[in-house]
């Protein structure tokens, strides 16, 4: 898709397709005046029989005639502009886009840059409806047919009209737009591949592919480096598969040579069968998206090469394939973690804490400033907040209130769970150093406290993403499948930092 800034009258611009947007209660003005005149008066008639109120979700298709310059215009509701932000407009231009796609129609000019919302100016603006328009376009279609009749059409090109503002700041957004969301829909591909594609080295491999286009440095740490470094939780989930586990290590150098990097540190198990303790057989095919926080992190590393942005970044992601079978740990057993703290292994499906755990100690060697860690870790979550925001607990406040308020700006939600030393209590285990399950109390929380044992040395954040990363429900701008959350939150909190 190709998008373009342009500067007008939007009435007196050729496009195949003029859209613009209305808040309700505003259905009048000198613009909609000319309009009116130009469509003989099918404006008018349709606001006062309530075909079109503005209200958010409604759209009214008018085609043009002798008087008018665009062939087609499409007037959308944006509800109330006291409601109206960043997030909304991001979900009505994907909706729109999707509107029109369904029309076969790929090109259009959209007029939503001069959409009046308070405390942004025209770059976010402009970034966020171009995000909106490039997220409408993903599609997973890899074992699709090419030619299924019906499809909607491709986004082909997409005019952003500014009334005023410098054309040059609207296309560097415009930019930033393209790699932000090019992270994002790589997170998705990886999350949308399906497991007899995806093994541990598959994953490797692609994050090594991705690291050599950006221009980031990669290394891999294979089963007997592995071992002989002494990640033994890590290996204890892996030891159930055929498929050898990995250590995915990616740095990028955008920042000073001295300076400490943020390490991000995602779980990656491409495939969860729970091992012994065996999940239900419903929905475990969607258990190929246990590594959206893995994803994350690679959306995030790559959107950040792209974007040159001013620091220095660590992504870590232990990469596993957590199967039953003959050699698989067992509950009750113990694992010597990398830390040499020692886990009693309650439940082999609470596996996503154990190769973090390895992976958290893993990162201390490089003195990280921050680390941020993101999991689709507890089910526990998905009953707390549902599908509308990510967990967010840690050991340091100030780290937490950036990813917040990075989450509101970015429309990538994020709620603060309590992490009180009282939680601690329920992961203490008679056996060893430490247990892996809490039991049902508090599941999200405790699973942060277990986690919290190997992240003591350093400020720490812990995302638990399990109701985020996989949309069973396919929207505007997000199809069913693999989501990509995490990567535009990320990203608004990296661009802050110094």
């Known amino acids: 898709m190709k ?25 009048k003005s000198e613009q909609l005046t000319q309009l009116d005149q130009q469509v003989a008066g099918t404006f008018n008639r349709a606001t006062r029989s309530k075909e079109f109120t503005g209200a958010k ?26 409601d109206f932000s960043l997030r909304a407009l991001r979900q009505v231009t994907s909706s729109t886009a999707q509107y029109l796609a369904k029309k076969q129609l790929g090109s259009f000019l959209l007029d939503f840059p001069q959409i009046p919302l308070k405390k942004t100016d025209l770059a976010e603006r402009v970034q966020t409806i171009a995000e909106g328009l490039l997220l409408a376009d993903y599609h997973y279609d890899r074992y699709l047919p090419k030619d299924k009749p019906g499809q909607p059409a491709a986004l082909a090109q997409v005019g952003l009209l500014i009334a005023d503002g410098n054309p040059a700041a609207a296309k560097e957004a415009i930019a930033a737009a393209e790699a932000i969301t090019g992270g994002v829909c790589f997170a998705r591909d990886l999350v949308n591949a399906p497991g007899n594609l995806k093994s541990p080295e598959y994953l490797a491999m692609q994050a090594v592919a991705m690291a050599e286009q950006v221009g980031i440095t990669a290394k891999l740490l294979d089963r007997r480096e592995l071992e002989r470094q002494g990640f033994g939780a890590m290996l204890g989930v892996a030891q159930g598969s055929e498929r050898d586990p990995y250590l995915i290590v990616l740095e990028y150098r955008g920042g000073s040579e001295n300076e400490q990097p943020i390490a ?85 499906d609470a596996e996503g804490r154990l190769i973090l755990a390895d992976a958290l100690t893993y990162v201390a060697r490089y003195n990280p400033r921050y680390v941020i860690d993101l999991a689709t870790l507890t089910g526990a979550c998905i009953i707390a907040l549902g599908n509308q925001a990510a967990a967010v607990l840690g050991n340091h406040d100030g780290l937490i209130r950036q990813l917040l308020k990075a989450g509101e700006r970015s429309g990538e939600r994020l709620w603060q769970l309590p992490l009180w030393e009282e939680y601690v209590g329920q992961i203490k285990s008679d056996f060893a150093d430490v247990k892996n399950t809490g039991g049902r109390a508090a599941g999200t929380i405790t699973a942060a406290a277990f986690l919290q044992a190997f992240a003591a040395q350093y400020k720490w954040a812990h995302l638990d993403i399990a ?7 396919g929207k505007a701008g997000q199809p069913k499948g693999g989501t990509g959350f995490g990567v535009r939150m990320l990203i608004n909190y990296l661009r802050d930092q110094k």
């Open 3 to 27: 998008i373009t800034v342009k500067k007008g009258n939007a009435l007196k611009q050729k496009s195949p397709c003029l859209v613009l947007g209305l808040f309700s209660g505003k259905l």
């Open 57 to 82: 979700g409604e759209f009214l298709l008018l085609h043009g005639g002798s008087e008018t310059v665009a062939e087609r215009i499409l007037l959308v509701g944006l509800g109330k502009e006291a």
């Open 264 to 348: 991000l540190v995602g779980k990656g198990v491409v495939f969860d069968s729970g091992g012994i303790s065996l999940k239900p057989g419903e929905k475990m095919d969607e258990m190929k998206m246990d590594m959206g926080g893995a994803a994350a992190v690679l959306g995030t590393l790559q959107a950040a090469a792209q974007l040159k942005l001013p620091v220095n970044l660590l992504g870590v992601v232990p990469a596993v394939e957590n199967m039953p079978s003959g050699t698989a740990i067992r509950p009750g057993d113990i694992l010597t973690s990398l830390s040499g703290k020692t886990i009693e292994v309650l439940n082999t």
């Open 467 to 473: 109701g985020m990363a996989w949309a069973e429900q």
